[in-house]
């Protein structure tokens, strides 16, 4: 690692950007009453006794005289999915509040729905630091609602999640390392993935003892399923998932579960020999797109509505395919083309990921 003395705000930024943090929006209110709000991740606690916290706004910032005015403020630490949340309130405009649901917390301050927590403060400090002035606020009441938090690094959103992802994995089955780390790069990409695909649910899986397995769910504001948990095993002929591994992993790893899921199949989906037919054109198809795809899959006990799918193979540096991205909608909001935008993004994003493990 080689020190640079003389360095540009641009590099001391991407310095600065590798401090991975959460992502908050911290809101006012003025003396005529209107309210304000800002993104900001300059949030930290400062003492636990006093309750003490910090966060420094730009002297350029539209609101900075209505902060700098006010004695109270809010500090909203963002959960993972409001990542709109946190786009709206990084744009300088009046009225940010017209349209987003929120209440009244200590000294009329705006309080958000929907984040992680919030401590709602009085404002003891100010201090000038640069372009940017630092307040100190005592903490006067907390929230916490037991989502999870929004992480914010190297200029991008992130997804945090603990540490303890290997022995979850090493029990679903992959114990190979390289598949770990390929998890975490995978995960790490899925909320700005989601975020491109629109409101779609999103899925990571890996090749478990029983099959296709999911190991994260990247959830929609318009969710499938009120059942996807990880370890949740699919249908190796009939999910798009289950297709995907299908196709792009050696037949001798599959065979004996395509075997076993199309006779489980047959009571209630036709003949064997039928079901056989229609996977394997699935198949063809799969492997001439690179892509797999399940079609108008009726309500289950697993989903409540018929959904769309499509699954797109993460491959390693040798080729072998190591996860599965799979996007599932309500079918009258995801399309069966090949060549829409949705699939296309999602082979696009899992082909990223596959360049991104092959360099890892
Ligand atoms: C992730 C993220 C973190 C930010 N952190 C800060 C911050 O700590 N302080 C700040 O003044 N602006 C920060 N900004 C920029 C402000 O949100 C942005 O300038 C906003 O327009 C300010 O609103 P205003 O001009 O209405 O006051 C951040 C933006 C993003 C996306």
Known sequence: MEAIAAFEAR????????????????????????????????????????????????????SYGAFHDSEHFAVHILADDQIEVSNHFAKSRDNKFSGVPHGRGIGDVPLLEGAAAHLECVKVAEYPGGDHVVYVGRVERIAQSGRRALAFGGGKYMVAYSHDLGPTALRLGTSKPTDLRAIQLATNALPVISTQLGEHTLCLAVWGNH???????????????????????????????????????????????????LQVSTATLGSIAGRRAEFDASMVETRSHGLARAIGSTPSAIHQIAVNAFSAPIKDAEGQMVMALSVTSDAARLGSDWDAA???????????????????
Do not use: Y
């Not at 006012?28 to 930290?44: E, I, L, P, Y």
């Not at 969710?223 to 992993?249: E, H, K, W, Y």
């Not at 949705?342 to 890892?360: F, G, K, N, T, Y």
């Open 342 to 360: 949705v699939p296309r993004a999602l082979a696009l994003a899992a082909a990223e990921i596959s360049a991104q493990i092959s360099c890892a």
């Open 11 to 62: 590099q001391l930024r991407d310095v600065l950007g590798t401090f991975v943090t959460g992502v908050t929006v911290i809101t006012t209110r003025d003396s005529s009453g209107v309210a304000h709000g800002v993104t900001a991740n300059s949030f930290s606690s400062v003492s636990l006794d006093p309750p003490l916290v910090l966060w420094s706004q730009s002297l350029s910032s539209r």
């Open 211 to 261: 099959g296709p397995t999911a190991v994260h769910w990247e959830p929609s504001k318009q969710p499938v399923s009120d059942q996807l948990r990880p370890g949740l095993v699919m249908s190796i002929t009939r999910s798009a998932t289950g297709r995907a591994f299908a196709a792009f992993l050696p037949d001798e790893m599959t065979k004996h579960l395509i075997d076993e899921d």
